[in-house]
């Protein structure tokens, strides 16, 4: 598209990409170092591979192999929550009281 004389922001619009990178892209491919999807080779046996891991976790969330997470019921979410306020609270009223100590020392 570029190429064609069209404006970055104007492909860059059309694809949904920011400038920074296609104009990246297009300095590159204008320098002659962009480097072309060939030109690196990948190993058959690396592709086969990552193809064999994608597929396997593919078939472990279709077939619900993965746990799902752990939730603790409801009362006991709610007795923790109230433990975590009151410790809060006391870790504030120590700092407060600390404060007033000093501002009485003066």
């Known amino acids: ?6 404006s970055l922001a104007l492909v860059s619009n059309t694809l949904r990409i920011s400038n920074q ?7 590159a491919d ?3 170092t962009l480097l072309s999807a060939g030109s690196k080779p ?3 046996d690396l592709m086969e591979l990552a193809s064999l ?11 619900g192999l993965l746990r799902a997470s752990f939730r603790l019921g409801r009362d006991i ?3 923790r929550t109230y ?3 009151r410790e809060r609270h006391t870790g ?3 700092a407060h009281i600390k404060h007033m100590q000093k501002a009485l020392t003066f």
């Open 53 to 63: 891991r994608a597929e396997v976790a593919r078939l472990k969330h279709a077939c």
């Open 92 to 94: 504030y009223a120590a």
């Open 83 to 85: 433990l975590r306020t």
């Open 1 to 6: 598209m570029v190429k064609t004389s069209q």
């Open 21 to 27: 990178p296609l104009f990246d892209c297009v300095k």
């Open 30 to 32: 204008r320098e002659g």
């Open 42 to 44: 990948v190993a058959e």
């Open 77 to 79: 979410a709610e007795l």
